[in-house]
């Protein structure tokens, strides 16, 4: 059997699935087999939070609108305990917001819920799949690496194929310090604007002094040999704030590492 194959087969035996969709490589792969192994009895639930990227929602959206996939927007507060971006932040935002998707995948009618997990997650530091596994969220892709969703992305057609990964705005901010709505407002429009420049492999840190902008090695080149000043002009535009370009590259998703 191929991977494609074996995927199928294993939702298959689920027989209905609520998948936690965020419009990412990983669970746009899981989303599309299951809804064509499915059919209605499969579901999106995408999470809708203070820090999750606006432009990432609305990706999602158009996802299961040109799929024709049954899709359901999970509107959510910034948990009480994560105001302070704490170091466990991951753990608790998970174990928290997986709740309340589990809660309402079980009131449409699903007795299964399922991630994006892949293999290559499973060697990282990633406490929130710790909550998850606590909850019992299924994560069908950990067999795969995440070269090989790509690949069966693009054998699917997928336009995921060769999307960056991203992760909630809240990576972008230091840990043990309360953020404000303003500046994940300012993360959020400050790599809109590198986006919209093409600068897709990107992070913009933010320390409430200044952006530390962060990007892939031939990104990070490109933005050196090009014109960047209207970039940089741009990124002025929404404050006084110091600009800086982290010649390190992108890495971990903590701004307090220095590696």
């Known amino acids: ?13 689920l027989e209905n699935l609520a998948v ?22 499969a579901v999106a639930i995408t999470l809708k939070s203070p820090y999750m990227s606006g432009r990432e929602i609305k990706e999602a959206v158009e996802f299961t609108r040109t799929y024709g996939i049954r899709h359901e927007i999970l509107e959510l507060e910034a948990p009480e305990a994560v105001k302070n971006n704490p170091q466990d932040r991951c753990y608790v935002c998970k174990k928290a917001v997986f709740t309340r998707l589990i809660k309402l995948a079980k009131h449409l009618g ?7 997990t892949n293999l290559d997650d499973l060697g990282e530091y990633r406490p929130g ?16 690496k995440k070269s090989e969703i790509r690949e069966l992305s693009r054998e699917l057609g997928l336009p995921t194929a060769d999307k960056p990964s991203y992760a909630c705005l809240l990576t972008r901010l230091p840990h043990d310090r309360e953020f404000s709505a303003e500046e994940i407002s300012l993360v959020e429009r400050a790599e809109n604007l ?12 933010f320390d409430g002094k200044a952006f530390r902008l962060q990007m892939g090695a031939s990104e990070t080149r490109r933005f050196c040999a090009g014109d960047f000043s209207a970039v940089v002009r741009e990124i002025a535009s929404l404050g006084e704030y110091d600009i800086l370009l982290d010649l390190k590259g992108l890495r971990g998703e903590i701004l307090n590492d220095e590696r």
Do not use: Q
Not at 129 to 144: I, Q, T
Not at 194 to 205: C, E, K, Y
């Open 1 to 13: 059997m191929t991977k494609l194959e074996i995927l199928k087969n294993d939702i298959k035996k």
């Open 194 to 205: 590198l986006i919209s420049h093409g600068f897709l492999n990107i992070r913009a840190r």
């Open 20 to 41: 936690a969709f965020s419009g990412g490589v990983d669970s746009s792969l899981l989303l599309r087999v299951a809804a064509d192994t499915l059919g209605r009895r």
């Open 110 to 116: 699903f007795t299964n819920v399922a991630d994006g």
């Open 129 to 144: 799949l710790k909550a998850k596994d606590e909850l019992g969220v299924l994560s069908p892709l950990k067999g795969l």
